[in-house]
């Protein structure tokens, strides 16, 4: 068994296959994290994805009788970690349930008046015994019913779906992993699941003192258990701000290598010009590894050939994929080539204008093939970028 504190367990489950998550790539798995916290009373805080709940069960079962558990908190209705609730419900025939007020609502939708649910708001607690539940509303965190579970006096903060990582492993723990990797992870996650999100967890991190709470272990629903969680609530405060430094991220696709060529050229005139630069081809690199890079990036560059007047399909879904994460303080702009008759440059940029973000003008968009003198063109109009970024204020 796994004691985050005394007397809280970890009793969740390790997804050692899962390689796509809401479409963005998982190439290390992932954990679906449950804890079980022992006291007079006992209370089991989320469950696991429904095809996991023996896993649950079982590691419940090394420490008490599923049966005897007397409440079960859930912070979140995705099935990630409500999957497997009604049958952890069958086991536990007496467990009272707490969650949001909007949790209510949907479990009363799926189930009906099935069990007795009681829902509590921010500030609301549930005695155990020498422990305390309190409960912290966070909606839209990332859907409207989630909230956090905080123990005291333990000091440990249940946080649903907020400062995780998909992460599938032995290790329980940050001190057990590497810190850069660790830190990566939990970048690559905030970026794809959490950044439309950021206003309010600015404001979620502002009203913390008034709170009254201090966290000494932050523990996720996903990924490894933060023991030291100054390090990733800074980092969220950076990234809720879209913080970046002089970086570019060039994303692209290519169908007779024309447009690759000009992302490559591109991408030498933005190094020569003194900045980092990402380079992605979109049919060879997940959607989710560019964002993760556009996350702290000053700049992003979408490259695509024209295809029937318009995107190729690989950039559509791309922008598409960018559009609803919502990236906020990036300079952007595009460019593609064409053969008989244009239209996929002047697709991306008015994608970009959706998303209300500051465009690098003017786009760059040629006949193929490119010629010796478009080579510097295209050399020429990465430096500019990277002047741009190098002069932009953050």
């Known amino acids: 068994m796994i004691e985050v504190s005394k007397g809280i367990y970890w009793v969740g489950a390790i997804d050692w296959e899962i390689r796509d998550f809401h479409g963005y790539a998982t190439p290390k798995g992932t954990t679906y994290n449950a804890y079980l916290i022992v006291d007079e009373k006992v209370a089991l805080v989320d469950t696991v994805k429904e095809p996991f709940r ?15 558990i007397d409440y079960v908190i859930v912070n ?8 497997s609730f009604a049958q952890v419900m069958d086991v536990a025939k007496n467990a009272k349930v707490y969650a949001s007020g909007r949790g209510k609502k949907g479990i009363e939708e799926v ?18 015994g020498k422990r305390t539940l309190r409960f912290v509303e966070t909606p839209m965190l990332h859907w409207p019913d989630s909230m956090f579970t905080y123990v005291e006096p333990d000091r440990v903060l249940i946080s649903s779906d907020a400062f995780g990582q998909h992460v599938a492993g032995s290790q329980r723990f940050d001190r057990e992993a590497d810190p850069h990797a660790l830190m990566e992870d939990a970048k690559t996650y905030y970026a794809n699941i959490l950044m ?54 060039i994303a692209y696709d290519t169908m007779w290598e024309s447009t690759g060529k000009m ?3 591109i991408a030498r005139g933005a190094i020569d010009g003194g900045v980092e630069v990402k380079l992605f081809h979109l049919r060879k690199s997940p959607y989710s590894e560019a964002v993760t890079e556009i996350q702290d990036a000053k700049a992003f560059i979408i490259g695509s050939p024209t295809l029937n007047n318009g995107l190729f399909p690989t950039v559509g879904g791309f922008l598409y ?11 952007a702009t595009a460019f593609g080539s064409y053969g008989w008759m244009g239209g996929a440059v002047k697709e991306i940029v008015a994608r970009l204008k959706e998303m209300e973000l500051e465009l690098a003008e003017p786009a760059l968009d040629l006949r193929y093939p490119v010629t010796k003198q478009q080579e510097q063109e295209c050399i020429e109009f990465g430096r500019k970028i990277a002047k741009q970024v190098k002069e932009a204020k953050q």
């Open 54 to 68: 023996d896993e649950l069960l079982s590691r419940v079962g090394e420490i008490v009788d599923p049966a005897k």
């Open 76 to 83: 979140h209705l995705e099935r990630d970690h409500f999957g």
């Open 111 to 128: 189930y009906g008046e099935r069990w007795d649910v009681t829902a509590v708001k921010t500030g609301d607690t549930l005695g155990l």
């Open 196 to 249: 439309p999100f950021g206003t309010l967890i600015q404001g979620l991190l502002a009203k913390v003192p008034s709170l009254n709470l201090a966290p000494e272990i932050i523990a996720p629903d996903h990924g490894l258990i933060w023991t030291k969680p100054g390090t990733i609530i800074d980092a969220y405060g950076r990234w809720s701000k879209f913080e970046a430094r002089d970086k570019v991220v």
């Open 263 to 265: 992302a490559h050229l």
């Open 321 to 331: 994929y960018l559009k609803g994460l919502k990236p906020k303080h990036k300079i």
